[in-house]
Antibody, heavy 121, light 113 residues
Framework: EVQLSESGGGLLQLGGSLRLSCAASGFTFSSYAMSWVRQAPGRRLEWVSVICGGGDTTYYADSVKGRFTISRDNSKNTLYLQMSSLRAEDTAVYYC??????????????WGQGTLVTVSS | DIVMTQSPDSLAVSLGERATINCRSSQSVLYSSNNKNYLTWYQQKPGQPPKLLIYWASTRESGVPDRFSGSGSGTDFTLTISSLQAEDVAVYYCQQHYNIPFTFGPGTKVDIK
């Protein structure tokens, strides 16, 4: 059974940094693309970043480019999102999601329960 | 960026009746080399993460009830719930994964009339 469990969320101040983690199990982690998607309260889903299976290729939304870094540790079956220079508009539930294949362009077939990041002034 | 729009914003349907949700992309999401539409539908219930329903615009994910169907190609897509059940109350999102960034529609809220 595929399981994704996010952790690391919390209350941060403007300009702060945070690292989110997503522990994966139930599949061969290294073989699949993994994504971060966020959802601000009452808002639509917003794609944040993706890392392809293998881990060499990454993509980011313009809203986070240069501030967030996606990475993976295939030996630990864990996905990360390093977030810095946090802004109020980064406040959201952050979901990790598993791609259907190694391709960054595959759809996401499993999602974690999410972790809440709140950025306050 | 590809802009995704959905209509209606919300709809209320009687139990057992049909619900139809439309999704439009600002440019085609049909990949000519494999003739696949890079369009996915998700269902999100309150307090839960999204759940995959349909990929490639019309292929139902394993385990998804067959009352859910997707259609369309290019820029215009439809999600149909043929006979609405109480457990289908949710917000439904379309997403394109043709171009970075992989944009979502604003969502359509489905309720029981």
């Amino acid at each position: 059974e595929v399981q994704l469990s996010e952790s690391g969320g919390g209350l941060l101040q403007l300009g702060g940094s945070l690292r989110l983690s997503c522990a994966a199990s139930g599949f061969t982690f290294s073989s699949y693309a993994m994504s971060w998607v966020r959802q601000a309260p009452g808002r639509r889903l917003e794609w944040v970043s993706v890392i392809c299976g293998g881990g060499d290729t990454t993509y980011y939304a313009d809203s986070v480019k240069g501030r967030f870094t996606i990475s993976r540790d295939n030996s630990k079956n864990t996905l990360y999102l390093q977030m810095s220079s946090l802004r109020a508009e980064d406040t959201a539930v952050y979901y990790c999601a598993k791609g259907q294949s190694a391709s960054c362009y595959s759809w996401d077939d499993y999602w974690g329960q999410g972790t809440l990041v709140t950025v306050s002034s | 960026d590809i802009v995704m729009t959905q209509s209606p914003d919300s709809l209320a349907v009687s139990l057992g009746e049909r619900a139809t949700i439309n999704c439009r992309s600002s440019q085609s999401v049909l990949y000519s080399s494999n003739n696949k539409n890079y369009l996915t539908w998700y269902q999100q219930k309150p307090g839960q993460p999204p759940k995959l329903l349909i990929y490639w615009a019309s292929t139902r994910e394993s385990g998804v009830p067959d009352r859910f169907s997707g259609s369309g190609s290019g820029t215009d897509f439809t999600l149909t719930i043929s006979s609405l059940q109480a457990e289908d109350v949710a917000v439904y999102y379309c997403q394109q994964h043709y171009n970075i960034p992989f944009t979502f529609g604003p969502g359509t809220k489905v309720d029981i009339k």
